[in-house]
């Protein structure tokens, strides 16, 4: 049986990838942050946990129990911009400190293993107004997509000055059901609590491409057969502009209570207008997301309900 570790398993991206992975007959492995019971992480397909750092102690100790595994997927760091303005040297250390740790593990302990690396849209930062392909310029402006830029150059020095096999994946708005976190949760929390009207900061046009977690994991495990020491990158999205404001009114429409929306102009720190992927070169991957973000946002609130107890409203 092959084996895949996860750092970050219990994470979003890693809970959904761990269960895909599993359901493909692979051993998975995870390591992170978090009291998980067994019966939790056997319904998310982990076969095997460690709650702890991403160190070479811990790595070892995985590997001692669970064998040398066939891929590595790096999902542990910082998830958002709004933490690592507010917390910048945790960002720091979740983001790129783990990653060098792991990768000089790697380089002396699993030198043969594919490594994946999910990083962010973020990378790019503001500016663009047309689809964003891979080799665009890179200038982020939050700390957090400075983070996951550092990570990419470590993966891509380790790659090119050690030979490890290396693959990177630049996901999008990554969102879905038990994202408990950023624009969907919130609105659906808001109007928990007053169904009627709803305020979101921003002005509702920007931008995004949203990105369903099953074509998520779909597109990390594909960067998995490509990894290489020269390096693999690839966009994680649809290459579809969606704005704001139509993301809310269409969660709002679902939720079917006639909601009043409104903007309030203020825009957060740390977020582009324009952040959408140029598909291109992942089609030719053969790689064609499945689920629309109408769909997928009726998916989201049918989630939320139902964990809330509110399949009635």
């Not at 942050?33 to 991403?54: K, M, P, S």
């Not at 690592?84 to 983001?95: G, K, Q, Y």
């Not at 693999?232 to 969606?242: C, E, Q, Y």
């Not at 089609?283 to 769909?295: C, E, G, H």
Request: include cysteine; hydrophobic fraction near 40%.
């Amino acid at each position: 049986m092959k084996t895949a570790l996860i750092t970050g398993a219990r994470g979003f991206v890693g809970r959904h990838l761990a269960r895909s992975l599993q359901q493909r007959g692979i051993k998975v492995c995870g390591i992170g942050h978090g009291a998980w019971t067994e019966i939790e992480r056997f319904q998310w397909g982990v076969d095997y946990w460690l709650n702890g750092d991403i160190s070479k102690s811990n790595l070892d100790i995985i590997q001692t129990d669970m064998g040398e595994a066939d891929w590595i997927f790096h999902l542990a760091g910082g998830s958002s911009v709004g933490p690592s303005l507010s917390a910048p040297e945790e960002d720091f250390r979740r983001s790129v400190l783990s990653t060098a740790e792991l990768l000089e593990w790697a380089r002396l302990a699993v030198p043969n293993t594919k490594l994946v690396l999910a990083s962010s849209a973020a990378v790019y930062g503001a500016g663009h107004t047309q689809a964003i392909s891979e080799t665009a310029n890179l200038a982020p402006y939050s700390p957090y997509g400075y983070h996951k830029r550092i990570a990419e150059e470590l993966f891509e020095s380790y790659g090119q000055n050690f030979g490890l096999n290396i693959a990177i994946v630049r996901l999008f708005s990554v969102y879905g059901s038990e994202l408990k976190k950023q624009l969907l949760w919130d609105v659906c929390n808001k109007l928990t609590q007053n169904p009627t009207h709803l305020i979101l900061g921003g002005s509702g046009n920007e931008l995004r491409d949203w990105f369903h977690i099953s074509d998520a994991v779909k597109i990390v495990s594909l960067a998995s057969t490509y990894a290489n020491p020269e390096g693999f990158l690839v966009n994680g999205g649809t290459g579809i502009p969606t704005t704001v404001r139509e993301v809310a009114q269409q969660l709002c429409n679902i939720w079917g209570m006639n909601t009043q929306l409104e903007f309030s102009g203020n825009s957060r720190p740390g977020d582009p207008q324009y952040l959408v992927s140029d598909t291109t070169f992942a089609s030719t991957l053969d790689f064609v997301p499945k689920i629309s973000w109408q769909s997928g946002i009726s998916k989201y609130v049918n989630w939320f309900k139902q964990t809330n107890n509110l399949e009635n409203l």
